[in-house]
């Protein structure tokens, strides 16, 4: 079974400009849910989509953004970049059965997109 | 605020001996997850805690979790060179969604 791919694996944009990631879920998870990695603030919850609905939300500024298609695969969009914007950025799927949460159910991470802004 | 704190930070082990990572949380929690990352590397699946004195055993890994003390340990049997990397643990709840919240990490390093 396929994991999770990320694309693209590495990217480097200059200040003000913006950039779209692209996540595929592993075959059959519905849930997508995005992470940034940096040294300073270690790993923090961007988002999470559901059924081409963003389902939950973290402390990221208006800037950072996605959307969810209906074969599951999730884009991210940073707009107007910042140096801050520097990080590993991780996408996770899992199953994310509508309603009544899954005990067992687990996120399992792709390899991340690498983003350096100059 | 769900908050989560891993100590240590850093760990140099000895090879052979046996390490405690430790990682308390702040308001309850539904899941306790333990991951492992390479350098460069994304997040590896270890283990997921879901009840009070759940422990879950795969080669020299063990965690448990204690939801009353609201804190979750990874133990190191034996350490070996392979188990060098950096392990966090995180948690979630129904409050939060499908949001993790990850402690800071201990940064793992094995000599031999």
């Known amino acids: 079974k396929a994991g999770v791919t990320q694309t693209p694996r590495y990217l480097i944009k200059t200040r003000g400009q913006q950039v779209t990631l692209s996540c595929s879920p592993i075959s059959g998870h519905r849930s997508v849910s995005w992470y940034q990695q940096t040294p300073g603030q270690g790993l923090q919850f961007l988002f999470e989509y559901f059924s081409e609905t963003q389902r939950n939300k973290g402390n990221f500024p208006g800037r950072f953004s996605g959307r969810q298609f209906s074969n599951s695969r999730s884009e991210m969009n940073v707009s107007t970049l910042e140096l801050g914007d520097s990080a590993l950025y991780l996408c996770?799927?899992?199953?994310?059965?509508?309603?009544?949460?899954?005990?067992?159910?687990?996120?399992?991470f792709g390899p991340g997109t690498r983003l350096l802004v100059l | 605020e769900l908050k989560v704190e891993q100590n240590p930070l850093f760990l140099s082990m000895q090879e052979g001996k046996n390490y405690t990572i430790y990682c308390n949380y702040s308001?309850?929690?539904?899941?306790l997850y333990w991951y492992r990352q390479d350098p460069g590397k994304s997040l590896e699946s270890l283990f997921v805690?879901?009840?009070?004195?759940a422990v879950k055993q795969e080669g020299r890994l063990m965690a448990s979790l204690d939801t009353k003390a609201r804190l979750s340990t990874l133990h190191i049997t034996a350490a070996v060179h392979d188990l060098s990397a950096t392990y966090f643990c995180?948690?979630?709840?129904?409050?939060?969604?499908?949001?993790?919240?990850f402690g800071g990490g201990t940064r793992v390093l094995v000599k031999p």
């Open positions: 995180a948690v979630d709840n129904k409050a939060a969604g499908n949001k993790l919240t």
């Open positions: 805690l879901l009840s009070n004195g």
């Open positions: 308001t309850t929690s539904d899941r």
């Open positions: 996770a799927s899992s199953r994310g059965t509508s309603g009544r949460r899954v005990a067992w159910e687990t996120q399992y």
